[in-house]
């Protein structure tokens, strides 16, 4: 795996095939184009399928975080065959609203067998219950259904099946493209469809690549360096964050930053300096500023001066004119790239602001500990643990429980009324999972939660919008969840769950009851029968999960809390 400025190339060997993946953005036009070559070392000539897929948003990020399942509802597909393309849009909720199109095609340097085929619905790729590593259409090797229109969840996935002779190599480039009409994605996606435009996206991201740097006065591995720390930003990394100690610390609200005209909307990074000596490592970051904005990374950089105030104010100086030459260079038309830079001084501000900032930034730096290269590419000490044990569970002998039968009206092949209408029961045998998350809402007024009948969910105090105590995915084909309880059992290794997510083991049934202020879920396998009751109390904010779990194996087992459980 290789990242440059101009591409990201990705290579694996797997028995007697070589994979190689490029990744190149445009120069000229709105456009993504992947490479990916395929090269055959075995001894005879193989057939093999290539899918893409992506998920499509066509919305402010913003939009999309709030209400994805919402968002999704204006995305419309279609597909132009004489181009070979697929193209989505959003339908205009106002005239105030921007157009949006995409579109995606495929080129093959090789010999193809069969059709092109597309999906763009992505209940029917992935399939209920199922995530991109598990998708059905990738493992039942099921054709794609070629569904286009107003699909509820869309995605964008092509396939081509390509014939590899022996020693030979095969090439596809798919290309993703966006404008704001259908007739310029159309002109695009017919452009995109010969396949020396890989190779020219390629040369002129190299030339790009290497204006930019010059322009800003930056070499490659120093470009390296500042990608690296736009990886801390993105993703926080716990070597460049505060100590749990300090995190931990009640401070004010974050909106004691707008004081000092900082939102606290983007990304921060905080450089603390105290000596004059180390003034290299803020010159430095503020290159990096002006590199990421050239790459529409938005943050916020603040510098602290800590250094105690007395009547020679040289290092006050020097950082005041390092940053008015920054903001001097900052380049106006940075597309949607923001982000701004701030100098405080530690003696005017109070304790609390100066806490605040180290618990809100993604990245602090402090001058003391080296330059920026130094404190980028040091790696926390991580201690090696080993054990006795295999790394690997050992596979013992499959011991599935029957769970306790209900009588039940209604029954659906899936679930059914209980106890006169009072539950509502689903029964997911092996390969059965229900069309959508069937879920129940638990809550008393201040506090509550969601539970689906495969026991992914999540919780709420107050308000289930704007206080999620845990993740809410809104996504009801993998029906993903922020909360899990695992069994584990310490003699074989075996890891399970009381509930169908995140575990799935069949051919051992999940029963999910669902009643009113309660969901009850039963669960036998492994020779243990895992009963998980949750509930909330009438007034308190508590979410109350009891696991019964009881020993059906005939032989004393241990969890991994070194709890023993006797034979029943």
């Given at each position: 795996m290789s990242f440059t400025e101009e591409r990201a190339e990705i290579t694996r060997r797997d028995g007697d095939w070589n994979t190689t993946l490029e990744l190149v953005v445009s120069s000229e036009d709105d456009a993504e184009v992947r490479r990916i070559s395929v090269t055959n070392m075995g001894a005879r000539a193989c057939d093999l399928q290539v899918t893409s897929y992506a998920e499509l948003s066509l919305a402010p990020q913003a939009a999309d975080v709030a209400h994805p399942a919402f968002a999704n509802l204006f995305v419309q597909t279609e597909f132009v065959p004489e181009v070979g393309a697929v193209l989505a849009t959003r339908r205009r909720r106002s005239n105030e609203e921007a157009t949006v199109w995409v579109a995606q095609v495929v080129v093959v340097e090789g010999d193809t067998v069969g059709a092109l085929q597309y999906e763009t619905d992505r209940a029917r790729f992935l399939g209920r219950g199922h995530h991109v590593r598990t998708a059905v259409s990738m493992i039942d090797g099921r054709t794609l259904s070629n569904t286009v229109g107003s699909v509820l969840d869309p995605v964008m996935s092509l396939r081509r099946t390509v014939r590899v002779p022996a020693g030979g190599t095969v090439r596809l480039v798919f290309s993703t493209i966006v404008g704001s009409t259908r007739d310029y994605v159309l002109e695009l996606a017919d452009k995109y469809s010969d396949p020396r435009v890989f190779e020219r996206a390629l040369s002129l991201a190299w030339t790009q690549a290497r204006v930019q740097l010059h322009h800003l006065g930056i070499e490659t591995d120093e470009a390296q360096l500042f990608q690296q720390l736009a990886n801390a930003v993105l993703y926080s990394d716990v070597s460049l964050r505060p100590s749990s100690e300090v995190l931990s610390r009640s401070t004010?609200?974050?909106?004691?930053?707008?004081?000092?005209?900082?939102?606290?909307?983007?990304?921060?990074?905080?450089?603390?300096?105290?000596?004059?000596?180390?003034?290299?490592?803020?010159?430095?970051?503020?290159?990096?500023?002006?590199?990421?904005?050239?790459?529409?990374?938005?943050?916020?950089?603040?510098?602290?001066?800590?250094?105690?105030?007395?009547?020679?104010?040289?290092?006050?100086?020097?950082?005041?004119?390092?940053?008015?030459?920054?903001?001097?260079?900052?380049?106006?038309?940075?597309?949607?790239?923001?982000?701004?830079?701030?100098?405080?001084?530690?003696?005017?501000?109070?304790?609390?602001?100066?806490?605040?900032?180290?618990?809100?930034?993604?990245?602090?730096?402090?001058?003391?500990?080296?330059?920026?290269?130094?404190?980028?590419?040091?790696?926390?000490?991580?201690?090696?643990?080993?054990?006795?044990?295999?790394?690997?569970?050992?596979?013992?002998?499959?011991?599935?429980?029957?769970?306790?039968?209900?009588?039940?009206?209604?029954?659906?092949?899936?679930?059914?009324?209980?106890?006169?209408?009072?539950?509502?029961?689903?029964?997911?045998?092996?390969?059965?999972?229900t069309p959508r998350p069937w879920v129940n809402v638990i809550a008393n007024p201040s506090f509550g939660f969601l539970v689906?009948?495969?026991?992914?969910?999540?919780?709420?105090?107050?308000?289930?919008?704007?206080?999620?105590?845990?993740?809410?995915?809104?996504?009801?084909?993998?029906?993903?969840?922020?909360?899990?309880?695992?069994?584990?059992?310490?003699?074989?290794?075996?890891?399970?769950?009381?509930?169908?997510?995140?575990?799935?083991?069949?051919?051992?049934?999940?029963?999910?009851?669902?009643?009113?202020?309660?969901?009850?879920?039963?669960?036998?396998?492994?020779?243990?029968?895992?009963?998980?009751?949750?509930?909330?109390?009438?007034?308190?904010?508590?979410?109350?999960?009891?696991?019964?779990?009881?020993?059906?194996?005939?032989?004393?087992?241990?969890?991994?809390?070194?709890?023993?459980?006797?034979?029943?």
């Open positions: 004010v609200d974050r909106a004691a930053l707008w004081a000092h005209g900082i939102s606290g909307d983007l990304p921060i990074v905080l450089a603390c300096i105290d000596n004059a000596d180390d003034v290299d490592i803020v010159r430095q970051l503020l290159r990096a500023h002006e590199y990421w904005r050239m790459r529409q990374l938005s943050t916020d950089v603040i510098i602290l001066n800590e250094k105690a105030s007395s009547y020679e104010q040289g290092l006050q100086g020097s950082l005041e004119g390092l940053v008015r030459g920054s903001r001097l260079r900052l380049c106006p038309d940075a597309g949607g790239a923001r982000g701004s830079i701030y100098l405080l001084r530690t003696d005017l501000l109070s304790a609390q602001d100066r806490m605040l900032l180290q618990q809100v930034a993604r990245v602090v730096l402090l001058s003391r500990r080296g330059t920026l290269a130094e404190q980028v590419t040091r790696l926390p000490r991580r201690s090696r643990v080993t054990s006795t044990n295999s790394s690997s569970p050992r596979l013992s002998r499959r011991l599935d429980v029957p769970v306790p039968e209900r009588e039940l009206e209604f029954f659906n092949g899936l679930g059914g009324f209980a106890d006169d209408g009072r539950e509502y029961v689903t029964i997911l045998g092996e390969g059965l999972r689906s009948e495969s026991g992914s969910g999540f919780t709420w105090s107050l308000n289930s919008h704007e206080n999620q105590l845990t993740p809410w995915s809104n996504d009801p084909v993998s029906d993903p969840s922020g909360e899990a309880l695992y069994i584990r059992d310490d003699d074989s290794g075996e890891v399970w769950g009381p509930t169908a997510l995140p575990i799935r083991d069949d051919p051992a049934p999940y029963v999910a009851c669902h009643g009113q202020g309660y969901s009850r879920f039963h669960h036998g396998s492994h020779g243990v029968l895992a009963e998980l009751l949750q509930f909330v109390p009438p007034e308190d904010p508590i979410k109350i999960s009891r696991l019964t779990l009881q020993n059906m194996s005939g032989r004393p087992r241990r969890s991994c809390r070194n709890t023993d459980l006797v034979d029943r």
